[in-house]
């Protein structure tokens, strides 16, 4: 029976979480804004209208948002031709598509951003599916990316692992009822992942693959 990898991208293969903290940071400083980066670390994973009502607070001004966003794509798109992926993130992927997983991508990312971390990667040959924040109506830690990763995978909730590095990640899965791997390498603690729903955590892809035989993906 088919089987699914679900993988978060930022901050779980490519190593870009504090990239975005430096980024949104200045996006809320050319606005006016004053936000602690260790707050927006805890803020990666959501979408980036979540991600400024989780700041910002409900009540404010939201005709900025959309100012705000476009502040933060212009500043992270920077860095699109020099994304670093975690080691072994690529090994990692074509590894499970060799060993019969269907590989899906469930991330905020999207447009030339999402390509840019596709690029990073460099493990398309082994990816099936990529469920994106166009996709979906609700963000994480809503269930709906991971749910339509498993509609693009074809496959249940119960056949299915996901791999995240966030709160955010953990918290989506474990309401879409697959099992949740929590991994370090995106600076959230693990104890903050295994409350959040991670049955298993590892320090990373690398760590991850020299432990497959273990782990839920064994």
């Known amino acids: 029976m088919d089987r699914a990898a679900l993988f978060d991208v930022d901050g779980t293969l490519v190593d870009t979480n504090h990239l975005h903290v430096t980024t949104w940071w200045e996006a809320f400083r050319q606005a006016g804004h004053r936000v602690p980066m260790h707050a927006i670390h805890r803020s990666v994973g959501l979408g980036s209208t979540d991600l400024i009502a989780h700041l910002l607070g409900e009540d ?94 074809g496959v249940p909730a119960e056949r299915a692992v996901f791999v995240g590095d966030t709160v955010w990640d953990m918290r989506a899965g474990s309401r879409a009822g697959v ?23 590892y320090d990373g892809p690398a760590h991850l693959l020299a432990s497959l035989a273990d782990s839920p993906l064994a």
């Open 60 to 153: 404010r001004d939201e005709e900025q948002d959309g100012a705000l966003s476009a502040a933060h794509t212009a500043l992270y798109a920077q860095y699109f031709d020099r994304l670093p992926a975690l080691a072994d993130a690529g090994r990692l992927l074509r590894h499970l598509h060799k060993e019969g997983w269907t590989v899906v991508l469930a991330t905020s990312a999207s447009g030339a951003e999402l390509g840019a971390l596709r690029r990073a990667i460099d493990a398309d040959d082994a990816i099936a599916a990529t469920a994106s924040a166009d996709d979906v109506t609700a963000g994480k830690p809503a269930p709906e990316p991971v749910e339509h990763a498993l509609e693009l995978a």
């Open 179 to 201: 099992r949740c791997v929590g991994v370090l390498c995106g600076g959230i603690p693990r104890a903050d992942l295994e409350e959040a729903g991670a049955g298993t955590v």
